[in-house]
């Protein structure tokens, strides 16, 4: 059974997700120097994409998972992000993709999520995806297992730790030998940058403006 106050967040942030969204306003908040001078649009060749961001109720707080992608010879290696991956044929909307995409790599049981609703697109030039944040929550806290070929590490996630203000810093990051003037969210040691921490920034202004 869904503690009441989980309860009523789920129902407040539905509600809210229903509504217009900042969109683009909250995620200038954390694009990087180089994504506001480039100014890339998507084309004909941009894949279509989705990741989860799934809430659950733990240790009388509320959580949600992040996971560090693994070293491989690719523009996310090594970054942290939200589960998800590209929309297959197969995939009947971007709301399946999200959710297969979090079965597959940490094993959440899709069954059990029930989604809130959808944050804005957001378009990622290096890899040329366009991805789609879905949102939902599990009634409980579940068991990660993490595929070693797409995850390195699940990062499980306080929302009081995620909207501390002190966690967000700025500083050049190195990515395969350049440098990147980009803000971030410091969470556990690790630097949440980029298109993650633009969705944060989105995912935080929505939280932040739900009627208390």
Known sequence: MLEPSFHSFANALRERLAEPLPGPEAHLKMASRSRLRMAMQPNERTRRSAV?????????????PL?????????HAGQMAFPGGR??????NLIRTALREAQE??????TDVKVLGKLTEIYIPPSNFYVQPVVGILPYRPDFYPDPREVEHVVEVSLDELMDETI?????IEIKGTLIDAPF???????V???TAM?????LTVINSVPK
Do not use: H, T
Not at 52 to 63: G, K, N, R, T
Not at 67 to 75: A, S, T
């Open 168 to 172: 967000i810093g700025e500083n050049a």
């Open 52 to 64: 989860l961001i799934v809430f659950y109720p733990y240790q009388d707080s509320i959580y949600l």
């Open 199 to 203: 969705m944060i920034s989105e995912l």
């Open 87 to 92: 929309m297959e044929r197969s995939d009947e």
């Open 67 to 75: 996971i560090l992608r693994p070293q491989y010879d690719g523009v």
């Open 193 to 195: 940058w980029g298109a």
């Open 105 to 110: 790599e940490v094993g959440i049981r899709v």
């Open 185 to 191: 969210y410091q969470i556990q040691g690790f630097k």
